[in-house]
T-cell receptor, first 113, second 113 residues
């Protein structure tokens, strides 16, 4: 069966510090990978998605970046965190095809202080 | 403007009672509409999926309906249990673009004993 791992579960970082969130998927190959941010009272916001190694599409022009160094590894990064980067970050994978569901990790609660 | 609106924002029900959640969307054309359940501090999990030609879909005590003419969907929870306490999110997949899904903000359901 397929599983998705996302870590860390919680993170408190000072403004201006770097960020690295990691997500890995097991049990499937060539998944589509996604990073979302979830704010209270709002729908999930797509940050990045990837259809293959090294292929990253950015939806939100912020100080965040994503990389996919391996087929089942997706990393969300920032060189300098802002207060506004605080939130709940979710990684997800999906098979090709509109009717395939998103499979989410358990998220990272990021607090920038 | 969000293309998926959910109501109510939150509701409280007694264990054993039924409830209905609403989702109105403007995404058109669309491939499918899916309901997810998100427990606190966890990632969302898919409950049901309906394509544009389907009117209803059940998953245990969860029954989703879809009216593509009025662009409305509902999720009915029957004989609620304490474990149904969660946020329920309506998600619409645009036709021809299964990367950029439209998410509702969710309805938070609290079931009390």
């Amino acid at each position: 069966s397929q599983t998705i791992h996302q870590w860390p579960a919680t993170l408190v970082q000072p403004v201006g510090s770097p960020l690295s969130l990691e997500c890995t998927v097991e049990g499937t190959s060539n998944p589509n990978l996604y990073w979302y941010r979830q704010a209270a009272g709002r729908g999930l916001q797509l940050l990045f998605y990837s259809v293959g190694i090294g292929q990253i599409s950015s939806e939100v022009p912020q100080n965040l970046s994503a990389s996919r160094p391996q087929d089942r590894q997706f990393i969300l990064s920032s060189k300098k965190l802002l207060l506004s980067d605080s939130g709940f970050y979710l990684c997800a994978w999906k098979r090709q095809g509109a009717n395939s569901p998103l499979h989410f990790g358990n998220g990272t609660r990021l607090t920038v202080t | 403007k969000n293309q998926v609106e959910q109501s109510p924002q939150s509701l409280i029900i007694l264990e054993g009672k039924n409830c209905t959640l609403q989702c109105n969307y403007t995404v058109s054309p669309f491939s499918n509409l899916r309901w997810y359940k998100q427990d606190t501090g966890r990632g969302p999990v898919s409950l049901t999926i309906m394509t544009f030609s389907e009117n209803t879909k059940s998953n245990g005590r969860y029954t989703a309906t879809l009216d593509a003419d009025t662009k409305q969907s509902s999720l009915h929870i029957t004989a609620s249990q304490l474990s149904d306490s969660a946020s329920y999110i309506c998600v619409v997949t645009p036709l021809g673009n299964d990367y950029k899904l439209s998410f509702g903000a969710g309805t938070t359901v609290t079931v009390r004993a």
